[in-house]
Every structure is written in C-alpha cells, then in structure tokens.
C-alpha cells in the first residue's frame, strides 16, 4: 500500500507565502510524475503543478512565476512553494503521484491521492 500525507496548509495574507509538502510511504518502487491540484468552492479541481522523474516542472498560467514544485527523492517528498499568494489562490490542494509500488512478483503503476490541505488566503 501507498500512502501520500501532505502538510502546510493554512491562513494567509495576501502577498504572503506558504510551503506545502506532500509525503509519499510505503512500498514504492519508482516515483513518477508528482503533482498537485487544487479545487476551490463551486469550481473545477485544476492541475496547479507538475514534477516528473526527470525533473522537468509545469504550471498552470495563473500560478506561474509565483510557485515553484520541486521533489527529494530521496524522501519521496514533493514540495509546493507558494509566494505573492492572491485570495483567488484558496482552496483545497491536493497532492497526487504516479508510483510504481513493490509486489510480490515486481512492480505495478497506481494513482495515488493525499487527503488534501485548506489555503486560505485573506483579501
């Protein structure tokens, strides 16, 4: 079993920063692609970041220049920096990876989900 926690959320001004972090554990084999989305009341759940194995990173247009994912692989942790934060920047944000976890005979691909972190983000 694979299990992603994420951590960091919280309350801030706007213009502040926060920093999540999400952790992934247990019998993993390979992580790949690891991202995070976020979904605010009444709207879609959109793709804010993503990290590959490689290292390659993309954004979504409204966060660009004012986040930055980055992963330790060796802590199978991905980060999520947010600056210059904006209050149409609150919601949900959920962390989500693509991971090669152990079985007996090898190794299997899963989507794998965290449970989520408010931000809020005060006018």
């Known amino acids: 079993q694979v299990q992603l926690v994420e951590s960091g959320g919280g309350l801030v001004q706007a213009g502040g920063s926060l920093r999540l972090s999400c952790v992934a554990s247990?019998?993993?084999?390979?992580?790949?692609?690891m991202d995070w989305y976020r979904q605010a009341p009444g709207k879609q759940r959109e793709l804010v970041a993503i990290i590959v194995s490689g290292g390659h990173t993309d954004y979504a247009d409204s966060v660009k220049g004012r986040f930055t994912i980055s992963r330790d692989n060796a802590k199978n942790t991905v980060y999520l920096q947010m600056h210059s934060l904006k209050p149409e920047d609150t919601a949900v944000y959920s962390c989500h990876a693509n991971i090669n976890s152990r079985t007996t005979y090898g190794s299997k691909s899963g989507d794998y989900w965290g449970q989520g972190t408010q931000v809020t983000v005060s006018s």
């Open positions: 247990g019998s993993i084999f390979r992580i790949n692609a």
